[in-house]
């Protein structure tokens, strides 16, 4: 029985253009740029300097915090300086500048396509590894992936959730990589099990990804404790307090963590690194990436080098449209667009997407018609019409009662505005302002 969330949600035209697209590797470019902030929490602490020669896997920056993740190098060359680098996020942040030289890999990574299912490694000596390859949650958060396995002291996990969804439109990296990895992830999955201790593992897949069901469910078999659940298809279900519904039924409280419903919510990605990072040594240093468009000339899978500027990548699928409008990091309903060509690649990236002039264009903004279709779609319950009228008269604490930080900024509500009003631009100004409100309370006490 196929299962979804209660509230809200939407589905919008899939256009999985890269859909049953082999994933394929692209050539090494001349240099990479890899930001010392590719994860949510303290940016990384550089220990390179310029001049230094690397390898692919050398550390290049330490995990500097608990929230935090250590950076090793995608590529071998040396480093020519370390700079700023405007990011996916349109600012300009540290970054470590590396000119590439040859391919040459640390030793104890192991390059081999050999399947290894056994790991006698016990679950805190699975969790170093984890720490030490700097994986992060590569659905777009990019938490880091060692502080989410360890559950603060008044909860425990009880089920891990594999979020298999790729809800977003045009997005097809995961579900390339559950066709052409599935046993890799299922021993991910394994040992994610055993780092939390629990037996019990759901990996969530939406109906519209059939093959991957299917051979899931069929690999599934020889391991103890892993479910294979298909989804509706419903826009944002591969939310993290979304898939926990869906698959347990429980909702996550309004200010609250989702481990209270014993849940832990992995990304298929992050499963198969994991498996890589713990089988075969390998630091999280690469990832596949859709880039996709309708006018891109062939839309793909891409196994890419952190670090590697997006201009690359869209000259590998045919070169830059001619009729560009804008460039997307990520999906068309929670990505962002992009300044530049050259942003680089990191661990959180899973998609480009080119859309052309007309595609790009906003509707004329018109006069909310009262319709409430935007309430009716928000998958949290609020009132996105009204969190835009207060975002707009700068009441910020009027706007913290209203919960805009329960806003997963997922989009629904603006997609389905008849009135094309830019209500998830004000959803993310209000969370902007009243985040920061919240930080001067804090720092008062």
């Known amino acids: ?151 603060p002291p008044d909860f425990k996990a009880e089920i891990l959730i594999i979020n298999g969804v790729e809800c977003e439109p045009y997005l097809t990296a995961d579900h390339q990589l559950m066709l052409e990895k599935s046993e890799e992830i299922l021993v991910g999955v394994t040992l994610l099990m055993k780092v939390l201790n629990v037996t019990q593992a759901v990996i969530g897949i939406e109906a519209n990804k059939p093959d991957a069901i299917k051979l899931l469910t069929e690999k599934a078999t020889a391991y103890p404790g892993i479910q294979i659940q298909g989804l509706k298809m419903c826009y944002p279900q591969g939310g993290e307090k979304q898939l926990i519904e869906a698959i347990t039924g429980k909702q996550v409280a309004p200010g609250t963590l989702p481990i209270s419903t014993g849940a832990v919510v992995q990304n298929i990605s992050t499963a198969f690194a994991v498996y890589e990072a713990v089988q075969k040594n390998k630091p999280l240093i690469e990832r596949v990436i859709t880039v996709t468009g309708k006018d891109i000339v062939t839309p793909s899978n891409l196994l890419v080098r952190l670090g590697t500027p997006m201009r690359a990548l869209l000259e590998a699928c045919g070169g830059i449209p001619p009729n560009i409008g804008k460039l997307i990091a990520g999906g068309p309903m929670m990505g962002r667009s992009l300044t530049n060509f050259d942003t680089p690649i990191t661990k959180g990236s899973s998609g480009i997407l080119a859309f052309n002039e007309t595609e790009s264009l906003r509707q004329p903004i018109e006069n909310c018609i009262r319709c409430a279709k935007c309430i009716g779609v928000c998958p949290i319950g609020l009132e996105p019409y009204l969190i835009s009228i207060v975002a707009d008269q700068n009441d910020w604490e009027e706007l913290e009662r209203l919960h805009v930080m329960e806003c997963i900024e997922c989009g629904c509500c603006q997609f389905t505005c008849p009135a094309h009003r830019p209500l998830l631009d004000f959803c993310r100004l209000g969370k902007s302002k009243v985040g920061a409100l919240l930080r001067q309370r804090a720092a008062k006490k």
């Open 1 to 151: 029985m196929l299962k979804t969330f209660r509230i809200g949600g939407i589905h919008p035209p899939e256009n999985k253009l890269s859909a049953g697209q082999a994933i394929r590797k692209i050539e090494l470019p001349a240099q990479v740029v890899i930001p010392l902030s590719q994860h949510l929490g303290a940016p990384a602490k550089a220990i390179v300097a310029k001049g230094d020669e690397v390898k692919v896997g050398t550390l290049l920056a330490e995990a500097n915090g608990f929230v935090s993740a250590s950076i090793s190098s995608p590529v071998s060359g040396k480093i020519t300086k370390i700079d700023t680098v405007i990011d996916s996020s349109g600012y300009a942040k540290p970054a470590i500048f590396i000119e590439v030289i040859g391919d040459e890999w640390l030793p104890e990574i192991d390059r081999s396509s050999d399947l290894k299912r056994e790991c006698t490694l016990s679950s805190n000596e699975i969790l170093e590894k984890i720490k030490a390859a700097g994986l992060v949650g590569m659905g777009g958060a990019a938490f880091p992936t060692h502080v989410k396995l360890v559950p």
